[in-house]
């Protein structure tokens, strides 16, 4: 009987041991509970504002450094810096685009929208408070395409201010003999704050590294498909926005279909 006793009380150690191991676990999955995401857009602002004013693009480097006397900071070259505010989650976030070079105008395209497709070399790096760290967290130096209906929304937005390079061409405007070369492509840089990154708010986030974390993204966009359609109905995606307020991806018309947004329900046109 006592050992049936013991065993007894054993297994209420474990149970209770478990209970208190899942417990911490779930504390320690989702650290993210308290955030006050309003509070947190305005110290991500406060921290690149600072580094903005802390440092300058030097050209002949291609490269952001620490300011010096005699160059110009970040913040105060409005020539090339312009920001953008975004609405997530009915909290307003401010996005800052750097332009070094805008991209080859085009009688054909123009800028993307945010539903077209992109084809972009980029890099990626994180902020620590208002320090930028020096190492990449991402890289792609070849060329990667991707639709902007699907990428953080700092992408999004922010890259819609560039326009896309040129096709290089052999002599007398011939099929170019080398490697696929863009010629007068746009390129700068994006700074986006947590909450257009990767937020903790949203659930597909986490574990992510990146959560909370302002980032950087050096962008070099090569070409665009404009009016990109994705369901192939006829219609481009961008007018695929029944509430009209310029996100598509948040329009669902088909009730026998609710979880499909209309720009991939080739039954809605």
Sequence with gaps: MNKIKNIFLLLLIGVALMYSCDTDNNAFANPFLDINYEELAITDNDSIVMFLKNNYYDVSLDSIKTLVPGQVSLFDDTSKLQSMQVIDNDIEHTLYIYTIEEGQPSP?????TVMDSVYVKYKGRAFISSELQTSNFEVNEIGVWFTLSAVVKGWKHGITKFLGGELKKGP??????GPITYL?????FLIIP??????SSNTGNYPNTLVNTNLLFFIDLLDTVEDTDHDNDGVPSIQEDADGDGDPTNDFSDNSNPSVPDYLNPNIN
Excluded at 172 to 177: L, M, S, T
Excluded at 184 to 188: Q, T
Aim: charged share 10%; no cysteine.
């Design 172 to 177: 007398n405007g011939g099929v170019f003999n």
């Design 194 to 199: 947590s909450g257009l990154a990767y937020p």
């Design 184 to 188: 007068n492509s746009g390129k700068g």
């Design 108 to 112: 054909v395209k123009g800028n993307p």
